[in-house]
């Protein structure tokens, strides 16, 4: 039988007037790893408080490896948070322990004997990259270290559940993308069920294989990445987030966009390839069979969740029905945005 | 300089320090329990309950607003019942306690409630209890600025312990007044004010010293 990890059935969370979750219900599987996306204010905070058995929603069930977290008395919360790994923004290392002793204190918590932690930590501490520096005081370490060993302290217990709050937010690019990896590598390695809360496109769009999307503390979408990404039309709200990772028409270019073709103009078109079709040499295709030129001005093929994703705005010239019958057979998700008038 | 102003102020000196290492001993073990509760009764805390928290406050200002000489005289019933006498070092270790708690508590109270509380939620969120919390966050995360605080504490403590020699206390204090002021002996008052000042001195260094050795951020 497979138990989702997480199921989240129409969980409701009011504080006073305000809505914060609304009728909320997803599921996790194994080995899973969610994005839970949305601009500030949509719930994102409520939903991880009620994940990690911090705040009681107000209505609905939240089952964590099939036990209702809702109704479980104080002493059997303390016992189910030690199955969750939290991973923090901002890290909340304890100052006045080493990094050996801030991975320390979740074993000594659960009650694993003292002779039993330093092997553990070591490994953990492996596992991290951080076997040097044990020893350290957390005001020690950069940012990036520190996450790692928020990271290493999550897993002290192997939990079923990881939950990451913002856990790159405050970190720059490199040492997120750094972050990121270890995640991912952690997710495969142990097979860990992993849900990321974050306001960051570019986080789901790099490790996550499922997408929720929240807004205004409904979810408006709830699918793997690939496909929210590769649809041909989303929610306003998805449209919005993405809108700040997709490749957008040059503002010059964009000027002069207008709704009908121009004779001897180009026409601007979106292509999306989600998976092994984004490798297909879909516009060389295109100049071969109909003679007319095509170029890319925005975008390229990336990776999403693992899979070649391809988001490119293109330029065609002399577009026609037959060159869009064409192009659809590889996207038929395919967008015309405008057409460009000749110069002259 | 006589052997015998040595001897008296060698001893003195002693008294004092029995007088203000008890005292603020009781201070920590008196003041720090209050302080959590406290912190911890109040909005938002690890055993929220607003109203007992407003009350415990009131308590411990009441008994900040009492002037100390005042509290020396009211509490002589007490400390004969304690202590079997209303004089000497241990009767004066009484009244100072009393006064030293809850200006401890609220001083503590202070670096209790800097500790950042995201800190409190992670261990809860390891399935830490109540008492964890404050065992592995509150306390140890407060640690410098409770020495420090109890740096403070002890300085105010020596001031009181002189003044608890004007109720024949012994110590520093009792020399300064018996010998200093009232036989008008210039030379015992300077050399008294001189070693409250080395005395002060190292209780400042030394509390500077650990609490700097303790705050790792």
């Known amino acids: 039988m497979d138990v989702n990890v997480v199921d989240v059935r129409h969980v409701s969370r009011r504080f006073g007037g305000h809505v914060a979750l609304d009728d909320v219900s997803f599921s996790v599987a194994k080995g899973e790893i969610l994005g839970v996306i949305g601009r500030s204010g949509a719930g994102k905070s409520s939903l991880l408080r009620c994940l990690g058995a911090l705040d009681r929603p107000d209505a609905g069930q939240i089952l964590i490896e099939g036990q209702d977290i809702t109704t479980l008395p104080q002493a059997g919360l303390v016992a189910l948070r030690r199955r969750i790994g939290f991973v923090f923004q901002h890290f909340n290392l304890l100052s006045s322990r080493t990094v050996a002793g801030n991975i320390s204190l ?239 | 300089m006589s052997r015998l102003i040595i001897d008296l102020i060698a001893r003195a000196t002693w008294e004092t320090t029995i007088m203000v290492a008890c005292s603020g001993l009781l201070a920590v073990l008196g003041g720090l329990p209050l302080a959590l509760l406290m912190v911890a009764m109040r909005r938002g805390g690890l055993m929220p309950c607003p109203p007992a928290a407003r009350l415990l406050g009131l308590v411990v200002d009441i008994l900040r607003a009492i002037p100390f000489i005042i509290l020396l005289v009211i509490l002589i019933p007490v400390t004969r019942m304690i202590v079997g006498t209303s004089l000497g070092t241990a009767a004066a270790i009484v009244p100072l306690s009393l006064a030293a708690i809850p200006y401890f508590a609220r001083i503590a109270e202070v670096s209790l409630r800097a500790v950042d509380p995201n800190l409190v939620d992670a261990v809860r969120t390891m399935g830490g209890t109540r008492w964890m919390i404050v065992r592995h966050v509150l306390i140890p995360e407060a640690l410098p600025g409770l020495v420090a605080g109890l740096t403070v504490t002890l300085i105010t403590l020596t001031g009181a312990s002189a003044m608890a020699g004007a109720v024949g206390a012994g110590g520093l204090g009792d020399l300064a007044i018996r010998y200093g002021y009232q036989r008008f002996n210039t030379q015992v008052m300077s050399l008294v004010v001189v070693v409250l000042i080395v005395f002060v001195a190292i209780i400042q260094a030394a509390g500077n010293a650990l609490s700097n050795h303790l705050r790792h951020d």
Request: glycine share 8%; net charge negative.
């Open chain 1, 106 to 344: 979740p074993l000594e918590i659960a009650g694993v004997p003292r002779a039993d932690r330093p092997q553990r930590i070591a490994e953990l501490l492996a596992l991290v990259g951080l076997s040097a520096h044990g020893d350290k005081w957390p005001a020690q370490l950069s940012g990036g270290q520190k996450q790692r060993v928020g990271i290493a302290r999550a897993l002290a217990n192997d939990p079923a559940l990881l939950l990451c709050d913002e856990a790159t937010s405050a970190l720059d690019p490199e040492t997120t993308t750094a972050i990121l990896d270890l995640l991912a590598e952690i997710n495969r390695e142990l097979g860990l069920t992993i849900i990321l809360i974050t306001h960051e496109m570019d986080v789901i769009r790099r490790i996550a294989t499922h997408l929720v999307v929240l807004d205004q503390g409904h979810i408006v979408e709830n699918a793997p990445t690939l496909a929210i990404m590769g649809a041909a039309t989303q929610s306003a709200v998805t449209e919005a987030l993405l809108s700040e990772t997709q490749p957008q028409v040059p503002p010059a270019l964009r000027a002069r966009l207008v709704a009908e073709p121009a004779p001897d103009g180009w026409a601007i078109i979106r292509i999306r390839l989600a998976g092994e079709a984004a490798w297909q040499p879909m516009l060389s295709l295109l100049g071969q069979q109909y003679g007319v030129e095509a170029t890319v001005l925005q975008g390229g093929t990336t990776e999403i969740a693992g899979q070649p994703f391809a988001d490119q705005i293109v330029s065609v010239t002399g577009y026609c029905a037959e060159i869009h019958d064409f192009l659809t057979q590889f996207d038929p998700s395919l967008k015309v945005l405008g057409h460009v008038p000749a110069d002259h």
